[in-house]
């Protein structure tokens, strides 16, 4: 989503992937305060991001998967 779609947001992201609590049309449109749950959406899609570049690099050096960042 991040490689199709480059001008979305960490948070839209995560809000369209159901990565944390999904946004309710009122704070989309911006009528009420959604600034804590942004922030949680943005975190959660960086680290789902993180853990994705982490898998593509251990598989471009043959390990599959890399879950985990440990040697």
Do not use: C, H, Y
């Not at 199709?4 to 947001?9: A, G, H, K, N």
């Not at 309710?24 to 991001?49: I, P, Y």
């Not at 898998?55 to 998967?65: A, E, H, S, W």
Request: charged content about 25%; hydrophobic content about 40%.
């Amino acid at each position: 989503m991040r490689q199709s779609q480059p001008d979305l947001t960490l948070w839209e992201i995560g809000d369209r992937l159901a990565l944390g609590t999904k946004l309710t049309n009122e704070e989309l449109a911006g009528k009420s305060s959604s600034v804590r749950k942004k922030s949680l959406l943005a975190v959660a899609a960086s680290k789902k991001l993180a853990l994705a570049r982490r898998i593509i690099d251990g598989v471009g050096q043959g390990v599959f998967p890399a879950f985990s960042t440990r040697s």
